[in-house]
């Protein structure tokens, strides 16, 4: 007569706790069964494979060499099915470390407020939030998403689009008193312009005039990494800069900072992307939060 699969299971359960506790009695406890019922469940299995898997006496108690074959392969069962219920039950709950590498101003401020109702939502999986300008290799594992912005070079990564930001030159009205307030974008070349430090940067500012796009190349006294260190900068009076409008528009809205040569401002736009390794294999945890992304920065 074949064994129903729960019977079945439950014999190898209770033969991985007794190989694991030393007793009889001991692996009872841990299953909550009697020693009796531990000791008929043995009988049973020794009768149907009809061989001995364990040696009783008084003083200890040892596995055959088909107990100790038997007992591989209990493991063996009980650890796939766990993993089985697992997978089944972790359908609708993704969970695992997720590495997220983040501008530092457009990480702290539009990312980062982000992640306690993303934790809500999933609370399985731990995010590993990594603020930094510096371009981390996704494909060489150092993140599992990376949020970039402007065009991206051609690679094997997968990018979604989660959102745009303009940019806008800005100086607090201190410097302004003191410097005075440029009228034409050719008035910065005699003010102290902060600038980025790191290649992604444009090495020139934009421009647009009578419909014409050009560029000025811009020096001052200070270059950054990021463009929140850019924006205290200004703020502390230091000097100009240009950076992302979404780093620096609680700062026009409170008087920090003034907006500059905005009838000369491009209107040139910043494509914000989320890349990751795509593919059939893709994790459920970096799907979810791509998904998060675009949907709360749309």
Not at 13 to 31: C, Y
Not at 58 to 68: C, H, K, N, V, Y
Not at 169 to 185: E, F, M
Request: glycine fraction near 10%; hydrophobic fraction near 45%.
């Amino acid at each position: 007569m074949v064994m129903e699969g729960a019977d079945r299971a439950r014999e190898l359960e209770v033969f991985s706790a007794i190989a694991r506790t030393g007793s009889f009695s001991a692996a009872g406890r841990a299953l909550d069964l009697t020693p009796s019922a531990v000791s008929r469940t043995i009988d049973r299995v020794e009768a149907r494979l009809g061989v001995r898997l364990l040696i009783r006496t008084t003083r200890a108690l040892t596995l055959t060499a088909e107990g100790q074959s038997y007992l591989g392969a209990a493991r063996r069962i009980l650890a796939d099915l766990d993993e089985a219920e697992r997978v089944i039950a972790d359908q609708g709950a993704p969970r695992g470390r997720l590495r997220v590498s983040a501008a530092l101003s457009h990480g702290r401020l539009c990312i980062v407020p982000l992640l306690g109702d993303f934790v809500l939502r999933y609370p399985h999986i731990l995010v590993d939030i990594s603020l930094t300008d510096t371009v981390v290799d996704v494909a060489a594992g150092q993140a599992d998403v990376a949020i970039r912005f402007g065009p991206l070079a051609d690679s094997a990564l997968t990018a979604r689009r989660i959102g745009e930001t303009g940019r806008c030159v800005v100086a607090s009205p201190a410097y302004l008193a003191r410097h005075g307030t440029p009228q034409l974008p050719e008035d910065l070349l005699r003010h102290n312009c902060l600038n980025f430090n790191f290649r992604r940067a444009e090495p020139v500012w934009p421009f647009r005039r009578d419909g014409r796009d050009y560029a000025l190349s811009v020096t001052g006294t200070i270059e950054a990494n990021n463009g929140e260190t850019l924006g205290q900068l200004a703020v502390d009076g230091v000097g100009i800069t240009r950076v992302g409008y979404f780093g620096v528009v609680d700062d026009i809205a409170a008087g920090l900072l003034v907006p500059l040569l905005e009838d000369f401002n491009p209107g040139d736009v910043e494509t914000i992307h989320a890349v990751f390794v795509g593919g059939a294999n893709m994790p459920a945890r970096v799907r979810i939060f791509v998904d998060y992304l675009a949907e709360r920065l749309r």
